[in-house]
């Protein structure tokens, strides 16, 4: 059940997406964040290290054998300023002192000069000592090597098992390392000496896991909040798919006057309107075939209890042969009737199921016309009605047999309830691309109670329809089917007292003319 729910794909599906999604941006934001910090952190070694590294190659003031500062300068209390590692005065990288010995003093090297690199004094500027003050914050340390190794200068504050960074071939740029949780920037000079500057980056790094965690919390929260809000919008989005579902359920149950209740503009509220009119059809579908189905057996019990009726009589005592005659056929009389309405039933129910064949040809409608006229003519005469007729020449595609069949119908409707001494005007014509057939006469006419309904089958009005003999009621409707299976329509006007007009309107051909 719940793997095929749509609501919790859906929120399952959304789910997925939004955790994708708030990890990528968490994760993002959190390299961005440490990446920046790590940038920082490197700028600030880096401007230590160059700082650092133009102090060495300034060197002390004085260099030579003996002079101030130099290799081999004695200060003037007798001691030989040389420098040891961890031993910085006031944590600057002063110098330590010790006394001379043989190898301090000038001319044992070439020129008078000592022969031992490391023991060349590195002196720091003020703003450069200031870089490495303690009271300004974070805590540097920092450390030169020679050339060949040994350390020429440090910090007090060096990290234990500090050891010189291997060189990269000849390279001299600038370069940074990760040591636990220290951090160290190192370069190594044109002469080969390794300057090297780092510091402590466990408050940064315990910064940054708070910022992750943080990141985390925030994400978890919108995660919640948008599915919980996803749930709801999925809820409201997907109740008219229940209320459709229990309306169909209904339905089927046999309630066909059950409606769907529609409360939104939505595709769903489109859905809802479609199926309520899709409803209403069946309804009116399944009211329809319940009155066909009444109406049609009423039709055929009256020829059925004619012949039973017949029948028995002529059975209850010997009969004479003119008695058997006439009883067989009033029996025949009614076994035709019956005949003309299963037919007629039959052509209604091909025609509904579109399986009536239709030969369509290019038709002389005012041909065909005609022909109908003529063939009324002396019925009209023989009632004392007069038929005037104005016909255009109009092509229409149609099947000749079925169109014949309506206009036999609507001319027959127009003999059968005319008044006596009256009339029928009968006239064809090209009207907006349609040739328009209208057959009016000056019968009864039609009540306006009744009209809406002369084109259902077995319809007969108290006044408009009489129910007399041959009059099954099917004819207006079968003429309607026949005239919409030509794409066309069918109407009716009337009034009572004055008489009725139908009106059959049929695409026309394009050869169609009208005469004048």
């Known amino acids: 059940m719940f793997i095929h729910s749509i609501r919790w794909r859906l929120l399952l599906w959304f789910g997925i997406l939004l955790v994708v999604v708030l990890a990528g941006f968490g994760t993002t934001a959190y390299q ?51 420098r040891e590692p961890g031993h910085d005065e006031g944590h600057h990288g002063d110098w330590t002192t010790r006394p001379p010995d043989e190898s301090d003093r000038p001319g044992l090297g070439p020129g008078g000069g000592s022969t031992r690199p490391w023991e060349r004094p590195i002196r720091l500027s003020q703003s450069t000592k ?38 990269p071939g000849r390279e001299t740029t600038m370069r940074t390392r990760t040591r636990g949780d220290l951090r160290e920037a190192f370069h190594y000079s044109e ?17 940054l896991e708070r910022t992750r965690l943080w990141l985390g919390a925030v994400g ?29 359920t209904r339905i089927s149950g046999g309630n066909l006057e059950e409606r769907i209740e529609v409360n939104t503009h939505s595709e769903l509220g489109q859905l809802a309107e479609v199926l309520n009119g899709t409803f209403a059809r069946l309804e009116a579908a399944f009211r329809q075939q319940k009155q066909f189905t009444a109406d049609a057996s009423h039709e055929l019990r009256t020829p059925l209890a004619v012949i039973i009726a017949e029948a028995q009589s002529t059975l209850a005592r010997p009969r004479s042969e003119s008695e058997y ?63 005037t007729a104005e016909i255009s020449d109009v092509t229409v595609e149609a099947d000749r047999l079925r169109l014949r069949q309506v206009i036999i119908n609507i001319l027959g ?5 005319n008044k006596p001494q009256g009339s029928i005007q009968v006239s064809l014509m090209v009207d907006e691309g349609k040739a328009r057939l209208s057959v009016r006469d000056t019968g009864q006419g039609i009540s306006a109670e009744d009209l809406p309904h002369i084109f259902e089958r077995f319809y007969r009005g108290d006044k408009a329809r009489s129910n007399q003999e041959g009059r099954s009621g099917l004819g207006l409707a079968i003429s309607k089917a026949i005239i919409t299976a030509h794409q066309g329509t069918i109407e009716a006007t009337s009034e009572l007292g004055v008489g009725t007009e139908i009106i059959v309107r049929l695409p026309a051909a394009p050869t169609s003319t009208q005469l004048r």
């Open 325 to 387: 005659r006439e009883t067989i056929e009033t029996c025949l009389d009614a076994a035709q009737e019956m005949r003309r309405l299963t037919e007629s039933l039959l052509q209604l129910a091909r025609l509904d199921a579109a399986e009536e064949t239709l030969v369509t040809i290019p038709l002389p409608l005012g041909e065909l016309v005609r022909d109908c006229v003529d063939m009324i003519q002396p019925l009209a005469v023989a009632q004392g009605l007069d038929i």
């Open 130 to 167: 200031d870089l490495f003050d303690s009271t300004s914050g974070e805590v540097y340390y920092f450390a030169i090597w020679t050339r060949d190794g040994p350390l020429l200068k440090g910090s007090t504050n060096l990290p234990t098992g500090i050891s010189m960074p291997s060189r």
């Open 413 to 417: 409707n127009a003999l059968h309830y």
């Open 220 to 248: 978890l929260g919108i995660l919640v909040f948008s599915l919980g809000g996803a749930f709801a919008l999925a809820n409201q989005a997907l109740r008219p798919v229940d209320r459709i579902s229990a309306a169909a």
């Open 32 to 82: 961005l964040q440490r990446i920046n910090r790590f940038h920082q952190i490197d700028q600030d070694l880096e401007r230590r290290v160059g700082a650092l590294s133009a102090d060495a190659r300034i060197g002390p003031p004085g260099r030579g054998p003996g002079g101030p500062g130099g290799p081999g300068h004695t200060s003037p209390d007798g001691e030989t300023r040389r």
């Open 191 to 207: 002469m080969g000496e390794c300057i090297l500057v780092g510091r402590s980056i466990a408050s940064d790094l315990e910064s």
